[in-house]
């Protein structure tokens, strides 16, 4: 028996398909087509921390909060507290090194880049894509500004968005675990690291 399981984008529902290995090799000769260059460009688009993937385009807080109004506040609440369609997009900051830290944008969000490649990608739901690259600039800057993380007026594009710092940067586990110089909090023991 061999199992796949496909995870996808927002990971709401994992689809386990299992099939039982058949001697003869499956003929998937008519399934599907060749993606195009623009549909692989399209999905294959990650921004990592550094943000060298970010696309020109630039936008404000001030910008960003009539774009929030008429295409997000719907779900996310007027000034992003949430509700019952969606979480809240600020505040919800604490500790997290407790049981069950919160894991809002604010806490629990590393890298700033996320914001940007996480609105991108999968918002608003069902019209992803929808929004320009100076759009969701300014979307990210407003999110940031109402988490107290950015001035009002700063201009957040592809050089500047990686350089703000989320409020718990440094409170992760490093993402190489060679760079956790201490050896014991690394989990090494018995002539062993991992
Ligand atoms: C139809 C309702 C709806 C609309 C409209 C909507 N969202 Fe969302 N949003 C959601 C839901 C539901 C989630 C949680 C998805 C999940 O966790 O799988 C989410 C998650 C997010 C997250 C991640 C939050 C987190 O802590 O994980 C961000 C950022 C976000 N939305 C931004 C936006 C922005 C910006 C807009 C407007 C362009 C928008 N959303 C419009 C429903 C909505």
Known sequence: MRC???WPALAVISLAACTTAFPQAPNYGNLG???SKEEIQAWNQAIGP????LPPGSGTAKQGQEIFANKCAACHGPAGEGSQLAPRLVGGRGALNIPTPSRTLANYWPFATTIWDYIN????????GSL???DIYALTAFILYRND???EGQVIDATSLPKVKMPN???FIPQRLEDIHDLRARGCGAGHCP
């Open 50 to 53: 550094q943000g060298k993937e």
């Open 149 to 151: 993380i950015i001035p």
């Open 169 to 171: 940067r440094d409170g």
């Open 33 to 35: 087509r060749t993606p």
């Open 132 to 134: 320009s690259a100076s």
């Open 121 to 128: 990608r999968a918002m608003p739901p069902k019209q992803e």
């Open 4 to 6: 796949f399981r496909f």
